[in-house]
C-alpha cells in the first residue's frame, strides 16, 4: 500500500500519477489523505483559483476551454476541476466537460479532472476544496472549477475560490434569475456570454443597473465594484476581457488582506470537514437509526426526536472543554 509520506514526496517532485491519485483519495476520503495534505500543506496558497459557475447552457465549459488557452499564452501551468452532476441512486457522473475539453489533454502544461457531484447541492463536489489543494501544491498557477451549473445553488464555489465567475446568457431570463435568486451576491466577475445573440447587450445593461441598485460589492474590504463583461466564448471574443477582470480582482485582494478573506474561506472548509466527521458518527453503517426509529411516536415530531439525539451528543462534549454547549431549538 501507497504511503503517506511517499506520496506527499512524489506529489512535489510534480509526479502524475502521484496528482491523479491523491485527488482519487481526496475524493474517496482515504484516510491517508489527510497526512500527505500536512505534509504538502506548506506549498499550497501559490495558485489562483477560479470558480465557473452560471445556469445549465450558458456556456461554461465553453469559456473553461478559451480560457484554458489563453491562460496557457501566459504561459501558465493550469489545473481544471470539472464537476459533473451525478445520479443521486448510483453516484455515477458523464464526466462529459474532460470529453468536451479533449484537445487540451495533449498539453502536458494542462491537467483536467473531473469529479462527480455526489451528493453536493451547491454545485461542488465535497473534495473540490481538497482537490485543489493538491493541484495547488503540483504547482499550477492557475486553477479552474467549473461547476454543475444548477442555476441557483452554486454558493460553495464562493468557499472555494479566490475569484468567482458568473457565467450568464440572453434568451434564457438568467437576468431575471439573478436578480431573484441572488446570485450576483456570489460573483466577482459577471460574464454575459453568446454576446451575438439578441437581448445581450440588453442583459448586460440589466445586470449594470442591478448591481447599482442593490449596491453589490464583494471581496475583502467590501469595496470591489463587480464588472459584468460581454464575450462569445466559442468564438473567442472577449475572453481577454474576462481574464483583465479576473486579474483585477486579483490585484484587489492582494492589496487587501488577501490571507484573511482566505482564511474565512478556510473556516468554511473546516465547518464542512466537521459536518460530514459528525454525520459519519451518527448515523454510518447504521448508528442511531435504531434509536431513532423507537423514539419516534405520535406524539413525538422528528424535530423533538433530533433534539434529544443533539442533547446526547453535547451532553458527550462536555468532558471535552464544551461545557455550557446548548442544544439550539427552532
Known amino acids: 500500500m501507497q504511503g503517506s509520506e511517499d506520496m506527499a514526496r512524489r506529489l512535489l517532485a510534480r509526479d502524475r500519477a502521484a496528482l491523479a491519485r491523491l485527488i482519487s483519495w481526496a475524493e474517496n476520503a482515504d484516510p491517508r489523505y489527510p497526512a500527505v495534505l500536512s505534509a504538502i500543506y506548506p506549498e499550497v496558497g501559490r495558485a489562483w483559483r477560479i470558480g465557473i459557475t452560471g445556469p445549465p447552457g450558458c456556456g461554461k ?17 493550469v489545473g481544471v476541476l470539472a464537476i459533473d452532476p451525478s445520479s443521486p441512486f448510483s453516484g455515477g457522473a458523464l464526466l462529459g466537460d474532460r470529453i468536451r475539453m479533449e484537445e487540451r489533454t495533449a498539453d502536458t502544461g494542462v491537467y483536467i479532472r473531473s469529479m462527480a457531484s455526489r451528493d453536493s447541492h451547491g454545485g ?21 472549477m467549473e461547476t454543475v451549473g444548477v442555476g441557483q445553488s452554486e454558493y460553495d464555489v464562493v468557499a472555494a475560490a479566490d475569484t468567482v465567475v458568473v457565467v450568464l446568457c440572453p434568451g434564457a431570463g438568467d437576468g431575471i ?3 431573484k435568486a441572488g446570485i450576483l451576491e456570489v460573483a466577482d466577475v459577471l460574464v454575459v456570454n453568446k454576446d451575438d445573440l439578441d437581448g445581450a447587450d440588453q442583459l448586460v445593461l440589466d445586470l449594470e443597473d ?28 472577449g475572453v481577454d476581457a474576462v ?17 484573511a478573506v482566505r482564511r474565512s474561506k478556510r473556516v468554511a472548509q473546516v465547518r464542512r470537514v466537521v459536518g460530514e466527521r459528525l454525520a459519519e458518527v451518527l448515523w454510518g453503517e447504521g448508528r442511531n437509526t ?12 422528528p424535530y423533538d426526536v433530533a433534539e434529544e439525539i443533539l442533547a446526547s451528543v453535547l451532553q458527550g462534549t462536555e468532558s471535552h472543554g464544551l461545557e455550557g454547549a446548548k442544544p439550539h431549538r427552532s
Do not use: Y
Open 61 to 77: 465549459s465553453t469559456l473553461t476551454n478559451a480560457m484554458v488557452e489563453h491562460l496557457r499564452r501566459r504561459d501558465l501551468e
Open 124 to 144: 461542488l463536489a465535497r473534495a473540490a476544496a481538497d482537490a485543489c489543494d493538491v493541484m495547488d501544491a503540483f504547482g499550477f498557477g492557475a486553477i479552474l
Open 243 to 259: 481574464l483583465a477582470a479576473i486579474d483585477a480582482h486579483r490585484v484587489h485582494l492582494e492589496a487587501g488582506d488577501l490571507e
Open 290 to 301: 435504531e434509536r431513532v426509529d423507537s423514539l419516534l411516536g405520535k406524539s413525538i415530531t
Open 177 to 179: 434569475q439573478a436578480m
Open 210 to 237: 442591478s448591481i447599482r441598485m442593490r449596491d453589490i460589492r464583494r471581496s475583502g474590504g467590501g469595496d470591489w465594484d463587480v464588472p459584468v463583461v460581454a464575450c462569445s466564448a466559442l468564438h473567442e471574443r
